[in-house]
């Protein structure tokens, strides 16, 4: 199951792909990681897909990560009298702790976190941004506001804040359930919904205690200015486009998206473009043009990872999605041009010994023309050091942790094979050579360059380069 391309696929499962056949379909198709959305899946059916992923995982003796993606704090206005109300721009509006019905005057605000954190000149966003409200008083108890762009509000219609900093955390009641049932189920990434500050990332980390990973998916405007610390502190992040494009001006986002993308890769750390790729794929077996367009572009902008949504976990044609995505990355990355956008995008390797041990393996299998870096990772750092030099040649990292294995999945031009720990270097170089080879990533007579920590078997210590010459014996 070697893919022909760097840039991986995520797939959100759901009432279309939910079970092992379909599964293991869309994992052919080119899936290397498989999504589940707890805004829409019980604790059972979400047991029931991991088992199901676990079953692929054995059948095709490949790593496969699992995102289990948490809803977040959900923000929604109260009932209207006749189920909705008619607000007219330039009308005054006021949200209120009362909950009795609203009226086109007032409604029901059921979040005294709201009432704490907007002040007068704040933004409100109303139904996915479709109507705008400006704050004009703020109260412990009421928010008066100006309807800048009205329209037809709905009972339960989300609020969006783009200009608050809310006191509450970006784990609810309900998301410390489901993280503890994910945790449970042994899965790899947790999706930390509506991250605003560094501290939500480090409350979810409490939980996890190394468990699983946690992804910040950036989709507030208070996410974007606080990135560098956010990035310090998270294992990876999700340009969430959806919610962002509400919170911000939609034709920042694109700007944004190539910003985060920079900013991880310099970190070093994972970065998934989401939010409707390839929306049209719902309900049609071919893509738009531009949504092609808007695909290739995350991959040239460098994106470890791109993601399907509602086309696999809800749409018609879910396996034609995949195939589609595994089509354009491949494409693109055989472009020259992208290999002049990713040494161009080059991030200068950090004062550290794995830095630069990675950066000197990417210019060793370049300059020599080598058939694959090979890496052994115990934790799966050393694979994303050397993933972050965006090598042209392939990353085969070796571990003997099935987690590391799986959370590499994620992760830019990694090929992962779990195989037990070298008993010396002798042993290392041998398998290095056999499993390259194994899996059509070296020919007899090809070079690789093995990069690995000595001692063997001690996280965090890459300290070694070896270029070794892949004899006909591997074939044996």
Same mark, same amino acid.
């Given at each position: 199951?070697?893919?022909?391309?760097?840039?991986?696929?995520?797939?959100?499962?759901?009432?279309?792909?939910?079970?092992?056949?379909?599964?293991?379909?869309?994992?052919?198709?080119?899936?290397?990681?498989?999504?589940?959305?707890?805004?829409?899946?019980?604790?059972?059916?979400?047991?029931?897909?991991?088992?199901?992923?676990? %079953?692929?995982?054995?059948?095709?003796?490949?790593?496969?990560?699992?995102?289990?993606?948490?809803?977040?704090?959900?923000?929604?206005?109260?009932?209207?009298?006749?189920?909705?109300?008619?607000? #007219?721009?330039?009308?005054?509006?006021?949200? #209120?702790?009362?909950?009795?019905?609203?009226?086109?005057?007032?409604?029901?605000?059921?979040?005294?976190?709201?009432?704490?954190?907007?002040?007068?000149?704040?933004?409100?966003?109303?139904?996915?941004?479709?109507?705008?409200?400006? $704050?004009?008083?703020?109260?412990?108890?009421?928010?008066?506001?100006?309807?800048?762009?009205?329209?037809?509000?709905?009972?339960?219609?989300?609020?969006?804040?783009?200009?608050?900093?809310?006191?509450?955390?970006?784990?609810?009641?309900?998301?410390? %359930?489901?993280?503890?049932?994910?945790?449970?189920?042994?899965?790899?990434?947790?999706?930390?919904?509506?991250?605003?500050?560094?501290?939500?990332?480090?409350?979810?980390?409490?939980?996890?205690?190394?468990?699983?990973?946690? =992804?910040?998916?950036?989709?507030?405007?208070?996410?974007?200015?606080?990135?560098?610390?956010?990035?310090?502190?998270?294992?990876?992040?999700?340009?969430?486009?959806?919610?962002?494009?509400?919170?911000?001006?939609?034709?920042?986002?694109?700007?944004?998206?190539?910003?985060?993308?920079?900013?991880?890769?310099?970190?070093?750390?994972?970065?998934?473009?989401?939010?409707?790729?390839?929306?049209?794929?719902?309900?049609?077996?071919?893509?738009?043009?531009?949504?092609?367009?808007?695909?290739?572009?995350?991959?040239?902008?460098?994106?470890?990872?791109? =993601?399907?949504? $509602?086309?696999?976990?809800?749409?018609?044609?879910?396996?034609?999605?995949?195939?589609?995505?595994?089509?354009?990355?491949?494409?693109?990355?055989?472009?020259?041009?992208?290999?002049?956008?990713?040494?161009?995008?080059?991030?200068?390797?950090?004062?550290?010994?794995?830095?630069?041990?990675? $950066?000197? $393996?990417?210019?060793?299998?370049?300059?020599? #023309?080598?058939?694959?870096?090979?890496?052994?990772?115990?934790?799966?750092?050393?694979?994303?050091?050397?993933?972050?030099?965006?090598?042209?040649?392939?990353?085969?990292?070796?571990?003997?942790?099935?987690?590391?294995?799986?959370?590499?999945?994620?992760?830019?031009?990694?090929?992962?094979?779990?195989?037990?720990?070298?008993?010396?270097?002798?042993?290392?170089?041998?398998?290095?050579?056999?499993?390259?080879?194994?899996?059509?990533?070296?020919?007899?007579?090809?070079?690789?360059?093995?990069?690995?920590?000595?001692?063997?078997?001690?996280?965090?210590?890459?300290?070694?380069?070896?270029?070794?010459?892949?004899?006909?014996?591997?074939?044996?």
């Amino acid at each position: 199951m070697r893919r022909l391309r760097r840039t991986k696929v995520v797939a959100t499962l759901g009432p279309a792909s939910g079970n092992a056949e379909m599964i293991g379909r869309l994992f052919k198709a080119g899936a290397d990681v498989f999504r589940i959305n707890m805004s829409h899946t019980p604790h059972d059916r979400m047991r029931e897909m991991v088992a199901a992923i676990r %079953s692929v995982e054995k059948e095709y003796s490949r790593p496969i990560g699992i995102l289990v993606d948490l809803q977040g704090p959900k923000l929604r206005v109260g009932a209207f009298a006749g189920s909705s109300a008619m607000l #007219d721009n330039g009308a005054i509006f006021t949200f #209120d702790a009362d909950n009795a019905p609203g009226d086109a005057r007032r409604v029901h605000l059921p979040h005294p976190e709201i009432f704490e954190g907007v002040q007068a000149g704040h933004t409100l966003l109303l139904d996915d941004g479709k109507i705008r409200l400006v $704050a004009i008083e703020a109260g412990k108890n009421k928010i008066v506001t100006r309807v800048e762009v009205g329209g037809k509000l709905s009972d339960r219609k989300g609020v969006s804040l783009p200009d608050s900093i809310l006191p509450f955390s970006a784990l609810t009641p309900k998301d410390r %359930s489901d993280l503890d049932a994910a945790l449970d189920a042994s899965i790899d990434w947790i999706g930390l919904s509506f991250v605003q500050r560094p501290d939500d990332i480090a409350e979810a980390k409490k939980i996890t205690r190394g468990r699983a990973a946690v =992804m910040a998916k950036i989709e507030k405007p208070q996410a974007v200015q606080r990135i560098d610390e956010i990035m310090d502190l998270t294992d990876a992040i999700m340009v969430a486009r959806g919610d962002l494009g509400v919170e911000m001006p939609l034709e920042k986002v694109p700007g944004i998206q190539k910003q985060l993308t920079r900013a991880a890769r310099k970190a070093g750390k994972p970065v998934v473009v989401a939010t409707q790729m390839l929306e049209s794929m719902i309900t049609s077996p071919v893509p738009t043009r531009a949504e092609v367009s808007d695909v290739a572009t995350a991959i040239f902008d460098g994106a470890d990872a791109v =993601m399907l949504s $509602a086309e696999s976990a809800a749409g018609q044609f879910p396996v034609e999605a995949v195939s589609t995505m595994n089509r354009i990355a491949e494409e693109v990355e055989s472009e020259d041009t992208y290999h002049t956008i990713m040494k161009a995008q080059h991030a200068e390797p950090e004062a550290t010994g794995a830095d630069a041990i990675a $950066a000197a $393996a990417r210019q060793i299998a370049e300059t020599l #023309d080598l058939s694959a870096i090979v890496c052994w990772t115990l934790s799966g750092s050393t694979g994303l050091r050397v993933a972050r030099e965006r090598p042209q040649v392939p990353i085969v990292a070796l571990s003997p942790n099935v987690a590391s294995g799986r959370k590499l999945s994620v992760a830019w031009g990694i090929h992962c094979i779990v195989t037990e720990d070298a008993r010396d270097t002798a042993d290392m170089v041998e398998r290095a050579c056999r499993l390259a080879f194994k899996d059509g990533f070296a020919k007899s007579g090809r070079r690789v360059i093995i990069v690995a920590g000595v001692p063997l078997g001690t996280p965090g210590a890459t300290n070694m380069l070896r270029i070794a010459f892949v004899g006909p014996e591997v074939a044996d």
